[in-house]
């Protein structure tokens, strides 16, 4: 029994004694398999990617993980650091999951109109219910209209702002009208502008324009489409 405790008590304070050495090698694993790891700026895989530990104990290695719809992640591994691996899960970016891809936004889109929603007298074109029934569709989308000018053919809503949760990225959206009605054809061009900012760019209006739009915003794209007339590729 003594010699039992004994060899115990060994064990014990050899592990103790000697504390188990650190890896040169650091692997990093990131979710989704998918993600860029980058460590001082520099590429080293995808997934999964392995760095040689700093070799002092102040010396420190910047760890970046990035991957497309997803928040990155930035930290620290100093060469104290007793891990000899290290685990991420990146989070998906609020902004993804409350935007919807369009390739028929920040351009104009010519529609047609239908012909109940205007009338002909002679040369003259009266197309004051169409613009009585686009004010009902946009107000139903933004507060108000910020631009109306029926005789001069010319609507425009005030931006719309909007945020999301887990993102630090903000969108705007707005829509243009005119009327380009013809002898030939009897026409408004509608422009659905998009255009989104990181949060501190958002505070001094530095937005870019992007081919994304807010989830609740999509059926206002086809009621513009198919309410009024019919879209043209003419």
Not at 197 to 203: D, T, V
Not at 219 to 230: A, C, N, V
Request: overall charge positive.
């Amino acid at each position: 029994m003594k010699q039992l405790f004994l060899t115990l008590f060994l064990v014990c304070f050899t592990l103790n004694a000697f504390p188990a050495k650190k890896a040169k090698i650091i692997k990093i694993t990131v979710q989704p398999k998918e993600a860029a790891i980058y460590v001082n700026n520099t590429l080293i895989g995808y997934g999964y990617a392995e760095f040689n530990r700093p070799k002092k104990k102040n010396e420190v290695a910047i760890i970046r993980c990035e991957c497309n719809e997803y928040s990155p992640i930035n930290t620290k591994f100093y060469g104290a650091d007793e891990r000899n691996s290290l685990s991420f899960s990146l989070q998906q970016d609020g902004f993804f999951r409350g935007s919807a891809t369009s390739g028929l936004v920040n351009k104009f889109i010519t529609v047609i109109l239908d012909p109940k929603y205007y009338t002909v007298e002679g040369d003259k074109v009266d197309v004051k219910p169409a613009w009585k029934l686009l004010h009902q569709i946009l107000l139903n989308y933004f507060e108000e209209i910020e631009t109306t000018d029926v005789y001069g053919g010319f609507l425009q809503t005030p931006w719309n702002y909007k945020s999301f949760n887990l993102s630090e990225k903000q969108i705007r959206t707005r829509v243009t009208v005119r009327d380009i009605t013809t002898p030939e054809r009897v026409a408004f061009q509608i422009k659905i502008s998009s255009e989104v900012a990181g949060s501190m760019a958002a505070r001094h209006g530095e937005f870019t324009e992007i081919d994304r739009i807010p989830k609740e915003l999509e059926p206002m794209i086809q009621e513009l489409q198919t309410r009024i007339g019919k879209a043209s590729s003419l």
